[in-house]
């Protein structure tokens, strides 16, 4: 029966869910029936059925002008420069690096449509295969992780379940969006699978999410669960992972076989393209750096201040791209359009001093984003799979909120560990500035920054190119097209 359901038809829910009526369609199996499918325990089958869901999460998360650069050009991280015309775009990303973002921006549209699209298809599959008990455990929790997003991202969203499809829904609290992602992780990871599978949500995945979810509980309710977090963290901490020897095999193009991930977005240049940050990143010369099938975009820069907040033999560094540059013969690379106030000139040369934000930001200024390897003679669709969940994030979750609960030696083990395997010396004492600061520098373009920053209190702080900024700037608005088109929709306070 199996080698007949190797194509599933596919119908996807409606993107944008909240704003619409949301049509099911039944999904066709070819030779299978529904009585077949809804008898079955065969883990090929569910493996079928689920892979729609995972597909929508992989979607567009690693590309540009979507969820992950509104969380990293919003932070002290990263910016894109504005080089005469070049990243002007409407002025979306300056508006995102100085916190002046409008409702109408597109990328909040792309990151609030990615979300709801993957819970729209996650709930086709639960109507559609209701009497499958463990896939419906693990769409559940995949679902929490969009949630987890949307929570932490916008706050007060509808919640929509395949229990209430019905056109036009309303936000939910932020308080009770909380409880349904604690609740349907609870419910459903005792039939997870232990086994550590990187691609799929199992038993220590879904731990990993109440880590987050606890970690930030006092943000997102008003009520700390730091004794939660440590639990948490601690479930999955004792699971079948262990800190990579070398932290950049965490992030290389074929890097399925780290000890440390847990959970990752399965990206590949011919059957899941989407990672695109070679592009978002390297300046157009790289291109020849690399022998890249097409010329980079020239965009993505760390802040200076961030960058030299690193130590020199702290091996996290080479996360960065800097200094000259070459081409892979060796030769020196020339920007032959550089500005002529570019103290470097034509040789290309990646300075951590950024000139400006807009509108004359120098060509070549700015280190680039290095941390994920970029395979040379690579396409536009990079093959690394993306780390949504790894080890070292858990490491650091439970040292927080065990320092937070006052076990400081709990801790300073902790830490430590992050620390020695990145190959700088251990702290003899730990503080709430040491820990936000070991988060920069552990998990520096992944995409947790701007949340690291809200529960530390750093958000509203000024840093380059950027004021103080406004508290409601904590959320991010509710798209415009979905609270113009959805009556029910209320916008987040401050817009």
């Known amino acids: ?35 077949q499918v809804d008898n079955s325990k065969n883990p090929v089958l569910i493996d079928v059925l689920k892979a729609s869901a995972y597909s929508r999460i992989v979607g567009s998360w690693g590309g540009h002008n979507s969820i992950w650069s509104i969380y990293e050009v919003s ?122 599978n990187k691609t799929t949500i199992n038993f220590y995945t879904a731990h990993a999410i109440l880590a987050k979810l606890y970690l930030n509980a006092e943000v997102y309710t008003g009520t700390a669960r730091w004794a939660d977090a440590e639990a948490a963290a601690d ?4 699971g079948p992972y262990s800190l990579s020897s070398n932290f950049f095999s965490n992030f290389a193009t074929r890097n399925s076989g780290s000890t440390e991930n847990i959970l990752t977005l399965p990206y590949d240049e011919n059957n899941a393209g989407g990672f695109n940050l070679v592009q978002m990143t390297l300046h157009y010369e790289n291109q020849f750096t690399y022998d890249l099938q097409e010329q980079p975009w020239n965009g993505y820069a760390s802040l200076e201040e961030f960058y030299n907040s690193f130590g020199d033999a702290d091996v996290r560094k080479q996360s960065f791209i800097v200094g000259d540059q070459f081409s892979s013969t060796g030769a020196r690379l020339l920007d032959v359009q550089a500005e002529a106030n570019d103290p470097n000139g034509p040789p290309l040369t990646f300075t951590p001093r950024i000139n400006e934000l807009a509108p004359g930001a120098l060509r070549q200024e700015g280190v680039r984003v290095g941390k994920y390897e970029f395979a040379n003679g690579a396409s536009s669709n990079l093959s690394n799979d993306y780390v949504l969940i790894r080890l070292g994030d858990m490491i650091l979750t439970k040292a927080e909120a065990a320092f937070r609960q006052g076990k400081t030696a709990v801790a300073l083990t902790a830490i430590n560990q992050i620390r020695t395997r990145a190959s ?10 040491a820990l936000y600061n070991e988060r920069g ?24 190119e950027k004021g103080q900024s406004e508290p409601f700037r904590a959320l991010f608005p509710i798209p415009l097209n979905i609270v113009n088109d959805n009556p029910n929709i209320t916008q987040n306070p401050g817009y």
């Open 75 to 196: 932070s002290d991280e990263m910016a894109i420069p504005q080089k005469g015309a070049d990243w002007q775009d409407g002025g979306l990303w300056l508006r995102m690096h100085r916190h002046q973002w409008l409702p109408s921006d597109e990328a909040f549209r792309n990151s609030y449509n990615y979300c709801f699209t993957a819970i729209g298809e996650i709930n086709n599959l639960l109507v559609q295969y209701p009497d499958l008990e463990v896939l419906n455990a693990e769409l559940s929790v995949l679902r929490s992780l969009v949630y987890l997003w949307l929570i932490d991202s916008f706050g007060n969203v509808p919640i929509v379940t395949q229990d209430a499809l019905g056109a036009n829904p309303k936000n939910n609290s932020r308080q009770e969006v909380f409880d349904f992602i604690e609740q349907s992780v609870l419910d459903n990871v005792a039939l997870l699978s232990t086994e550590s």
């Open 441 to 464: 520098y552990e998990m520096f373009a992944e995409a947790s920054r701007r949340t690291d920053q809200i529960r530390f209190g750093k958000w509203n702080q000024p840093w380059w």
């Open 1 to 35: 029966m199996l080698k007949n359901i190797s194509r599933i038809l596919m119908v996807v829910a409606t993107p944008i869910l909240v704003s619409s009526c949301w049509e099911l369609d039944q999904e066709v199996l070819d030779g299978v029936t529904q009585e």
């Open 424 to 433: 700088v010396a251990p702290l003899t004492a730990v503080t709430l500035d």
């Open 235 to 238: 479930v999955v901490i004792s």
